[in-house]
Nanobody, 117 residues
Framework: QVQLVESGGDLVQPGGSLRLSCAAS????????MGWYRQAPGKERELVAE???????NYLDSVKGRFTMSRGNAKNTVYLQMNRLKPDDTAVYYC???????????WGQGTQVTVSS
């Protein structure tokens, strides 16, 4: 298991940008997969972006070209840069980690992103 702490959620106007951060309790290089999920009120949780060690970063179709997941200079941090935000992006965003391919997923506590004028 790994502990995850998200930050960066806020209220932002449509078209604006936010950067979410996720700090892990261990080095990102020791984690097989890290991801960002989101859940909007009344909707199912969905995978927004997923970064697998040695592989490409995959994105939900509706965020492609707007969101970018990246590793930070700090060895235990990943980011989700969100640009051209839309009201439909409003949700609680969760950072996740799977240490190995057969491990269970660890979840952060979530951070609220609200896109509204």
């Amino acid at each position: 298991q790994v502990q995850l702490v998200e930050s960066g959620g806020d209220l932002v106007q449509p078209g604006g940008s936010l950067r979410l951060s996720c700090a892990a309790s261990r080095s990102i290089s020791s984690i097989f997969t890290m991801g960002w999920y989101r859940q909007a009120p009344g909707k199912e949780r969905e995978l927004v972006a997923e970064l697998t060690s040695g592989g490409p970063t995959n994105y939900l179709d509706s965020v492609k070209g707007r969101f970018t997941m990246s590793r930070g200079n700090a060895k235990n941090t990943v980011y989700l840069q969100m640009n051209r935000l839309k009201p439909d992006d409003t949700a609680v965003y969760y950072c996740t980690a799977r240490i190995t391919v057969v491990s269970s997923i660890s979840w952060g506590q979530g951070t609220q992103v609200t896109v509204s004028s």
